[in-house]
Each structure stands twice: as structure tokens, then as C-alpha cells.
């Protein structure tokens, strides 16, 4: 599914194994995001939150990047 929207201009941004949270976590998350599996009633892990926000601060931080051209 990615390539279609790689035609139309879509920037990829993921998550890199430097993110210590993405090495550590049992229960979700990938170089392609954050996951969660709702099977349990327990929320998110203190890593799915991590990552949740490391993810949302690279995106902010590629626009930044991307507004200044």
C-alpha cells in the first residue's frame, strides 16, 4: 500500500531501533510505528506511550524541517 502513495508524494516516517523503547517492548511497536493489541482490558504499556510520543515528535519535527523550504 505504501507505493501508491510514495507516487502521490508521501514521506515515510517511522521509528529507528535507536529509540530505546522499541527495543524493550513486549507488548507493541515496530520500526513502522507504535501498535497496540487490545486483547486485555489494560491500556497502553509505559513503552506503547513512549513510542507513541517519540513517533509524534519526529513527525512534528520532519513538518518543521519541511515548512522552512
Known sequence: MMLPL???GMLLVGLPYTETA???TTSGGTPYGPSHAAIEHNGLSAHEKTLC???GARLASTALLLNKT
Open 53 to 55: 510520543r517519540a513517533l
Open 22 to 24: 522499541l527495543r524493550e
Open 6 to 8: 510514495m507516487h502521490h
